[in-house]
């Protein structure tokens, strides 16, 4: 039985390029919201979940850290997909004869130097893999996408022109989560430690219970806050450390942690990608 990974968005997007990279082996599924993509995976349909979390030029993915310590499941690996943006158009049509290019708000921008450059005019789509599925339908020769090969080979479209994004290191990080977690691992480059928690309404808390990392020794590659249910005064902190909770010096700042946290949540433990995008 083919094994299922789901993903957010519609086929060609680039998380789905992200499943095709990540586990070619697995048929992608695609999913309408991220709840959905988790709830895929909790009721069995799909056997693992792709998540993006940030990218390099727009910063962190909205909800998805809210979503993650609720979500019943476990951070099995990390992937990278450099987001390269093609121009792609129905075939027969010349870049000469592009006038508007759809796409989602956050690509527009990223090409605009070049859309300038062409006189293209940019169009607001809700999703870049959309976008290029409705440019298919619509079959005008002045109308193109702006999406990944992936989605012009999923919609018969020609790439117009190739890699046109402004930055050379648009990057997006993706999680790939699972119903069961698994700590037996080591990867070649190190693991990563994903945790939530909250401190205690006491002075300088966040400050202590960073201090035992500092003191062990143990690389803190990330750490973000964000509300808990909308409140200003609930605030919970996400972070990623280099180390397996098994190391002794991993083992010592988790515990000093624990004294000035009211909880902690492991949220997975995977190797870490060389280089890390």
Same mark, same amino acid.
């Given at each position: 039985?083919?094994?299922?990974?789901?993903?957010?968005?519609? &086929?060609?997007?680039?998380?789905?390029?992200?499943?095709? !990279?990540?586990?070619?082996?697995?048929?992608? /599924? &695609?999913?309408?919201? %991220?709840?959905?993509?988790?709830?895929?995976?909790?009721?069995? +349909?799909?056997?693992?979940?792709?998540? &993006?979390?940030?990218?390099?030029?727009?910063?962190?993915?909205?909800?998805?850290?809210?979503?993650?310590?609720?979500?019943?499941?476990?951070?099995?690996?990390?992937?990278?997909?450099?987001?390269?943006?093609?121009?792609?158009?129905?075939?027969?049509?010349?870049?000469?004869?592009?006038?508007?290019?759809?796409?989602?708000?956050?690509? /527009?921008?990223?090409?605009?130097?070049?859309? +300038?450059?062409?006189? *293209?005019?940019?169009?607001?789509?809700?999703?870049?893999?959309?976008?290029?599925?409705?440019?298919?339908?619509?079959?005008?020769?002045?109308?193109?996408?702006?999406?990944?090969?992936?989605? @012009?080979? *999923?919609?018969?479209?020609?790439?117009?022109?190739?890699?046109?994004?402004?930055?050379?290191?648009?990057?997006?990080?993706?999680? *790939?989560?699972?119903?069961?977690?698994?700590?037996?691992?080591?990867?070649?480059?190190?693991?990563?430690?994903?945790?939530?928690?909250?401190?205690?309404?006491? &002075?300088?808390?966040?400050? +202590?219970?960073?201090?035992? %990392?500092?003191?062990?020794?143990?690389?803190?590659?990330?750490?973000?806050?964000?509300?808990?249910?909308?409140?200003?005064?609930?605030?919970?902190?996400?972070?990623?450390?280099? @180390?397996?909770?098994?190391?002794?010096?991993?083992?010592?700042?988790?515990?000093? /942690?624990?004294?000035?946290?009211? !909880?902690?949540?492991?949220?997975?433990?995977?190797?870490?990608?060389?280089?890390?995008?």
């Amino acid at each position: 039985m083919t094994k299922r990974i789901a993903f957010q968005g519609e &086929p060609g997007a680039y998380s789905h390029e992200a499943c095709r !990279n990540a586990r070619p082996d697995m048929e992608a /599924l &695609p999913c309408r919201t %991220f709840e959905d993509v988790i709830e895929s995976v909790r009721s069995g +349909k799909a056997d693992l979940a792709m998540l &993006p979390v940030e990218n390099t030029t727009y910063g962190r993915v909205a909800d998805i850290h809210r979503l993650l310590p609720h979500s019943g499941l476990h951070i099995i690996d990390e992937a990278f997909v450099r987001v390269h943006i093609n121009l792609l158009a129905v075939p027969g049509a010349k870049l000469s004869d592009i006038t508007e290019a759809h796409s989602h708000l956050v690509l /527009l921008p990223q090409c605009a130097g070049f859309l +300038k450059q062409h006189g *293209i005019q940019g169009r607001v789509s809700p999703d870049n893999a959309r976008a290029a599925r409705e440019v298919s339908e619509a079959a005008e020769l002045h109308s193109a996408a702006l999406a990944s090969e992936l989605a @012009g080979e *999923i919609y018969n479209l020609n790439v117009l022109a190739r890699h046109i994004e402004d930055s050379d290191d648009n990057t997006t990080r993706f999680l *790939i989560m699972s119903r069961d977690a698994d700590l037996s691992r080591r990867g070649a480059h190190g693991m990563i430690t994903s945790f939530v928690f909250q401190v205690r309404n006491i &002075p300088a808390a966040l400050y +202590k219970a960073m201090g035992g %990392f500092a003191t062990n020794g143990v690389n803190m590659t990330k750490l973000e806050s964000y509300m808990v249910d909308g409140s200003f005064t609930a605030t919970q902190f996400y972070a990623d450390i280099v @180390g397996h909770p098994d190391d002794r010096n991993v083992q010592l700042a988790l515990e000093e /942690l624990e004294h000035f946290t009211t !909880n902690v949540e492991i949220l997975g433990v995977y190797p870490a990608v060389q280089p890390r995008g």
